[in-house]
């Protein structure tokens, strides 16, 4: 498996790669430039259009997906660095009709209000939780730094990812 940029750029004049990839548990067997990004893949390629391009420098945390359950910024990994790897995006989260409680949080505490950061919060949020980060405000703003929201939202980003942490301890 592909790991670090250096491994795929040693692929040499070879330019396009098949590779197989669990999106929100449906297996997609593409053929791919080696150099496209994960989101630009989810995004153009998988029509996941949740996952938002902010920043394309990793700072902005808009692009947030899980990987095999962890929490990542897709404009900061190739494709083909994630072979054989589950991804799951914000379409991915609700089951059905039911939104996932990070989901329901947000919006029973109105953690959001231009809409554009909140794909990247709420998975950033699912990822803390899982973790185990989501102890106290001041651990949940450590662990959701890495997400901006320009709109100023954060107190009720704080609230509702408290609030879908205690949920989800309880079920």
Known sequence: MLE?????????????MAIELKVNGQVHELDIDVSITLLDLLRDRLRLTGTKKGCALG???????????????ACLTLAVMNRGRE????????????????QAAFIEHDGFQCGYCTPGQIMSAVGLI?????????????HMSGNIC??????????????????????
């Open 150 to 171: 320009r709109c100023g939202a954060y107190p009720n980003i704080v609230a509702a990812v408290k609030q879908a942490a205690t949920r989800m301890r309880r079920s």
């Open 130 to 142: 899982q973790e185990g980060q989501a102890d106290s405000d001041d651990a949940i703003r450590e």
């Open 59 to 73: 700072q902005c945390g808009a692009c947030t997906v899980l990987r095999d359950g962890q929490r990542i910024n």
């Open 4 to 16: 670090t940029v250096a491994q795929v750029r040693s692929i040499g004049p070879q330019l396009r």
């Open 87 to 102: 991804i799951t995006t914000i379409e991915g989260l609700a089951k059905g009709n039911a939104l996932h409680p990070v």
